[in-house]
């Protein structure tokens, strides 16, 4: 209950930072006015033929880490981390959405990290800008991170993980789930 209610806070506190409004409540729904019939019949479309609607603009193939995955292990210095740790990566064209969760020394405090970054591939590593995030430390501080902060990360991809490398010999091993 402790670390819904730090998740909560901290969520809150980094939206409230941002001068979004947040409740524990959704909204309630808009009304949406009737639609009227169309006096015009739809097209029929022929297989294969394109949709009328799309875009003739050619998309550029995806990169081989764009996917969304969950966390499989994490090396600390070369050694596996004996601490259970949950976590997911979701990686689209330009965004990197990051979530971990790990019982931390005390169990009132667990840590946690979240965030999103814009990504773009160089030669042999990724160049990443903090968009949005935090994470918290063993005493249970919340600590927002700078927007705007750039980063260089080593990524691989390894028969349908990705490896994330931290500082020294210590990653985080996530396996392809979609």
Same mark, same amino acid.
């Given at each position: 209950?402790?670390?819904?209610?730090?998740?909560? $806070? /901290? %969520?809150?506190?980094?939206?409230?930072?941002?001068?979004? #409004?947040?409740?524990?409540? =959704? &909204?309630?729904?808009?009304?949406?006015?009737?639609?009227?019939?169309?006096?015009?019949?739809?097209?029929?479309?022929?297989?294969?033929?394109?949709?009328?609607?799309?875009?003739?603009?050619?998309?550029?193939?995806?990169?081989?880490?764009?996917?969304?995955?969950?966390?499989?292990?994490?090396?600390?210095?070369?050694?596996?981390?004996?601490?259970?740790?949950?976590?997911? $990566? /979701? %990686?689209?064209?330009?965004?990197?959405?990051?979530?971990? #969760?790990?019982?931390?020394? =005390? &169990?009132?405090?667990?840590?946690?990290?979240?965030?999103?970054?814009?990504?773009?591939?160089?030669?042999?590593?990724?160049?990443?800008?903090?968009?949005?995030?935090?994470?918290?430390?063993?005493?249970?501080?919340?600590?927002?991170?700078?927007?705007?902060?750039?980063?260089?990360?080593?990524?691989?991809?390894?028969?349908?993980?990705?490896?994330?490398?931290?500082?020294?010999?210590?990653?985080?091993?996530?396996?392809?789930?979609?």
């Amino acid at each position: 209950m402790k670390m819904l209610m730090l998740l909560g $806070v /901290a %969520v809150g506190g980094v939206l409230g930072a941002s001068g979004v #409004a947040w409740s524990a409540q =959704d &909204p309630a729904p808009a009304e949406r006015p009737a639609e009227k019939p169309t006096q015009e019949p739809a097209e029929k479309q022929e297989p294969g033929q394109k949709d009328p609607g799309t875009s003739s603009v050619k998309r550029l193939p995806r990169d081989p880490i764009e996917g969304v995955y969950r966390l499989l292990s994490r090396m600390i210095d070369g050694v596996p981390d004996p601490n259970a740790v949950r976590g997911y $990566v /979701a %990686v689209t064209r330009r965004h990197m959405l990051l979530c971990l #969760a790990a019982r931390g020394p =005390d &169990p009132d405090y667990p840590l946690l990290r979240a965030g999103v970054r814009e990504w773009q591939r160089r030669k042999r590593s990724f160049d990443t800008i903090v968009q949005m995030g935090f994470y918290t430390d063993a005493d249970g501080e919340v600590h927002v991170e700078e927007p705007g902060t750039s980063q260089v990360r080593r990524i691989d991809v390894i028969r349908g993980k990705l490896r994330i490398w931290q500082e020294g010999n210590s990653y985080l091993e996530f396996e392809r789930i979609e």
